[in-house]
């Protein structure tokens, strides 16, 4: 639900090791993130350096983390639909994407509130990776603007 509780909401100060280190954290767990890539953010490099300074196989956790290049806001659209099996799933640059895209305003207007029912529907935690801001979306609630 919009606006459901601040609660519902965390915001890190993140850079780029931050939530490099979260997503190998979840991954040695055995757990499957999705990276939803709308920026070239994620570097799997780093996640083997990671990896290799906790002396854990880097090819078993990548193996659980899967990274989903779009270019587009209908790329984007197919991703989020795609994305719903993970148990945790990573968007970046979402703004920049949807700011970025040559379609009419109409369109855009569209496909925020289109996604914004995409991602309330999904009962996984979300995390949004914009200007060095990490926003989480815990089950059950949706931070509004």
């Known amino acids: 639900m919009i606006g459901k ?28 993130v999705c990276f939803i890539e709308c920026s ?19 090819l078993k956790i990548l193996e659980r983390i899967f990274v989903i290049r779009v270019f587009n806001i209908h790329h984007l659209k197919t991703a989020i639909e795609k994305a719903k099996i ?17 379609v009419s305003l109409k369109e855009k207007e569209y496909f925020k509130e289109y996604l914004l ?12 990776i914009t200007n060095k801001i990490l926003t989480i979306k ?8």
Do not use: M, V
Not at 5 to 25: C, G, P, Q, R
Not at 40 to 58: E, G, M, S, V
Not at 86 to 102: A, H, K, M, P, T
């Open 86 to 102: 993970f148990d945790y799933i990573f968007i970046s640059g979402i703004e920049r994407l949807i700011d970025n895209s040559c």
């Open 5 to 32: 509780s601040e609660n519902n909401w965390k915001k890190i100060t993140a850079d780029k090791a931050t939530y490099h280190e979260l997503i190998f954290n979840l991954a040695s767990n055995g757990l499957k």
């Open 117 to 128: 029912e995409q991602i309330k529907s999904i009962d996984k935690k979300i995390f949004f």
């Open 40 to 58: 070239h953010k994620f570097d799997p490099y780093l996640i083997t350096q990671i990896a290799r300074k906790h002396k854990k196989d880097h």
């Open 138 to 145: 815990k089950s059950g609630g949706i931070k509004n603007g």
